[in-house]
């Protein structure tokens, strides 16, 4: 079996497909990261307390479940939010460890690879609009605190819109 070029070129669009929602969801987990930081931050300064450790370290160490967790009651108070940040790490996860082996067949065919390459960049969008939710609520959450990320916030979306137009 042979597989003409448009094939090929398609294969290759789907795995630059892959790449950007990986980074979409990548850049998801850093939001839920950062919101609790974040949080961590503004409970800190709400108790007059200093923290003992690096809010980032810890919420990076932690992982995408215990952040989920300890946002509960702020995710919760959007609704489905939490719903959907749960099925995006599973979607994430099965980005990461099944999707090249299950994929692997369907883009021998033009129809069903341009499906996959679909999926992959309604992938990328959910990732990134669900980042965005999340990084509303850390903006809340400082604001209520007294915090300004108004510098951070520009910085960070300027760097996804890098990462949307790259190729």
Do not use: Y
Request: glycine share 4%; proline share 3%.
């Amino acid at each position: 079996m042979t597989i003409e070029q448009t094939q090929i070129e398609l294969i290759q669009q789907a795995h630059r497909h892959l790449g950007k929602a990986m980074f979409a969801a990548a850049t998801l987990e850093r939001a839920l990261v950062n919101a609790a930081a974040d949080h961590r931050l503004a409970a800190a300064r709400a108790e007059g307390r200093k923290l003992g450790a690096d809010p980032w370290e810890k919420a990076a160490s932690e992982g995408i479940d215990k952040n989920l967790k300890r946002l509960g009651p702020r995710l919760t108070a959007v609704d489905g939010l939490e719903d959907r940040l749960i099925a995006a790490k599973d979607r994430r996860n099965h980005l990461a460890h099944d999707f090249c082996f299950e994929a692997a067949p369907h883009l021998l065919a033009p129809e069903p690879a341009l499906r996959v390459i679909a999926e992959l960049q309604a992938d990328e969008i959910t990732f990134l609009d669900l980042a965005d939710e999340v990084a509303a609520i850390s903006r809340a959450t400082l604001e209520q605190a007294g915090i300004d990320r108004t510098l951070a916030d520009a910085v960070g979306a300027a760097l996804i819109e890098q990462a949307k137009k790259a190729r």
